[in-house]
């Protein structure tokens, strides 16, 4: 059974589609890489698979655990000086576990559980801002698997990461995906995608490739795109 | 020296004016030191300036049209444009920012416009609009029923911090991550719109439309120097605000210098004190 199900799908804002006809499935266990250029509606999609948007024509089905999807977003700028130290940071993840006003035990035991599985436990006082960006990234990573065990929506998780950091990050989410989470990465580094994703779906305007990575090798914009190594 | 300058604040803490004027003071600067750390660390700081704009154009319908309690008029007002701001904002054309300046300047001209056609009785036009300016002695005249309206209402600003901390939070680090993870972001912005609002009509009557921003920004912008945990932001922030206050009040008494001034004057007094404590606390750790 698929968690997350794309029927003839255009996205957009205010009726005017930036991508159409997306068809695409997602199921237990998958690790699904997004590519495509800038203005690809790459970004839109994103926001329409996490409800942000509405979809404009189409249909966008979840099922079980994939109505809970946490997300790594793209960290803005406000976000680089807000004041905030990581266990509160982490903790913000566990909101929709519970409708209290505060932090249930349980809820503190699941951000303490997933701070020690991204290694950042004993970063849990430090303040957010004086990470590394990796930190930050893992921080933001503990905050996500607060929010959904199942299903994680990461949108370029390695973006302004140094090289080295950038592997490191990969592997992070490569062990995640093997634990048995579902992912859903948006990225413009075809390298990484065709190392690790098990399915493509690159779009431009509209899909042009959905699969399995061996296929979208054979695929013309496969081709094109790790013989130039990058979307 | 120092047993006449108690002698003097006992004299005068013995005219209840004064001591409503005190609690009201410090209630409402523990309101805006609160929601200040909301604005400005979601790079709204300028919204409450431009509230308090209009703010004082409501004002101005309000003495005109004669309303008995201006409040009756100025909140609702106030309010509107508010959530107009903070939540229709994504969806108007017209940028943020300029949508602010528009507005802001747009009341203040009509405002006084209003006060010059039609001057308030027995008022001077320059008089009033300074007072709803610079809220210069406003905050003197303040009836027994205000001073219970503005306890009311500060009471209700805390207890909702308070008990939706946790959300508030969430919100203000990350929106569209509390968003997406399910949370109702469109109704929690509208009621930090309506608190908003309710807390810039309040504080009219203290330091008047102009010096506003001050009591919003500078507890949280002093409070950010030294702390970097969200929680003890808050804590220092409501702190600094209410001391801030407290002092601006006491100051003004003994020196007579005009009270929403002389509050911004230790506003701004603290922000370098911590400023230089931020500086030395960085410094020891780097």
Redesign the interface.
Known sequence: MALLTCDNLSVGYEGRPVAKDIQFAVHPGDYLCIVGENGSGKTTLMKTI???LPPLSGTLKTQGEGR????L?QQ?A??RD????VK??V???C??QGRG???TKAQKERARHNMERLDVWKLQ?R?Y??LSGGQQQRALLA??LC??DTMLLLDEPAAGLDPQITEDMYQVIEQLNQAGLTIIMITHDVAASLTYASHILHVAGTPLYFGPKAGYLQSPEGRRYAQEGKA | MTGGIIETLTMYLSYPFVRYALIVGVLVALSASLLGVVLVLRRLSYIGDGLAHVAFGAMAIATVMNVTNNMLLVLPITILFSILLLHGGRRVKIQGDAAIAMMSVGALAIGYILFNLFPPKGGNVSGDVCTTLFGSTSILTLSRQEVWLSIGLSAGVVLLFVLFYNRVFALTFDGEFAAATGMNTGLYNIAIAVVIATVISLAMNLVGSLLISALLVFPALSAMRVYKSFRAVVICSAVFGVVAALAGILVSILAGTPVGATIVAADIAGFLLFTLAGLMKGRIQG
């Open positions: 996490l409800g942000l809970r999807i946490g997300y977003p803005s406000a976000q807000f004041p905030a130290s509160e940071v903790l913000s993840g909101l929709n006003l505060f932090y006082n303040c801002r004086e905050r996500a929010a959904a």
